[in-house]
């Protein structure tokens, strides 16, 4: 079974100052990976996805995040951060069984800080 | 984009009774539905797999005869807490499954509460 690491539960940055979110993935082959933001009592929102192709992925909000298959990563960056992106942000992975993409195995999520 | 309407978004029962949650996919056929369970501060966890027209398939250690999932549409997947506990209290998502291009659409979720 697939798994997903985000190995920092906390992170606290400077307003302007950039970003690195990381997360690591275990599977045999490449799985589809994504990036979800989650602000407090609220859903979910799509930062920025990869199934396949170019492997450094742009998103919304000014995110994006590259696939290094060699180092079974797919890290979340952003050059300079907005005090509105303080949140919860979950890496998260899915296969395909043969049916279709199967259900989403999410990391455990890191808590974005934002220092003024 | 697809969309998916969840509702209720918040409930709150008591012990014992049941409660139902609805996902409605309002502008495409979903054949099948991911239903998550977040406990607070903690991550998403697949509960469940719903396909429309036959059983759902329960992820380890969820109680299939407790979540009651029901996909008898296409455009409707519904997910039952039986006789709710405090401990059931949690926030409940559901997706669908990736159309193309648009990833997984997700529902806005419920957030029940057992007193």
């Known amino acids: 079974a697939q798994s997903v690491t985000q190995p920092d539960i906390h992170i606290t940055v400077s307003e302007g100052a950039s970003l690195e979110l990381r997360c690591n993935y275990s599977?045999?082959?490449?799985?589809?990976l994504f990036w979800y933001v989650q602000s407090p009592g609220q859903g979910l929102q799509l930062l920025l996805k990869y199934f396949s192709g170019d492997t450094l992925v742009q998103g919304i909000k000014g995110f994006e995040a590259e696939f290094k298959r060699s180092q079974s990563s797919f890290n979340l960056r952003k050059p300079s951060v907005h005090w509105s992106d303080a949140a919860e942000y979950f890496c998260?992975?899915?296969?395909?069984?043969?049916?279709?993409?199967?259900?989403?195995?999410f990391g455990k999520g890191t808590h974005l800080i934002i220092q003024p | 984009g697809a969309v998916v309407s969840q509702h209720p978004s918040w409930v709150i029962c008591k012990s014992g009774t049941s409660v139902k949650i609805e996902c409605r996919s309002l502008d495409f056929q979903a054949t099948t539905m991911f239903w998550y369970r977040q406990f607070p501060k903690q991550s998403l966890m697949l509960m469940a797999t719903?396909?429309?027209?036959?059983?759902?398939?329960?992820e380890q250690g969820v109680e299939k005869d407790k979540f009651l999932i029901n996909h008898a549409s296409l455009t409707l997947s519904t997910l039952t807490v039986t006789s709710a506990h405090p401990e059931d209290s949690s926030f409940y998502i559901c997706s669908t499954r990736p159309l193309t291009a648009y990833g997984y659409t997700f529902g806005s979720g419920t957030r029940l509460t057992v007193v």
């Open positions: 719903s396909n429309e027209g036959s059983k759902a398939t329960y």
């Open positions: 998260a992975v899915a296969t395909d069984s043969g049916g279709g993409a199967d259900g989403l195995t």
């Open positions: 599977y045999g082959a490449t799985p589809y």
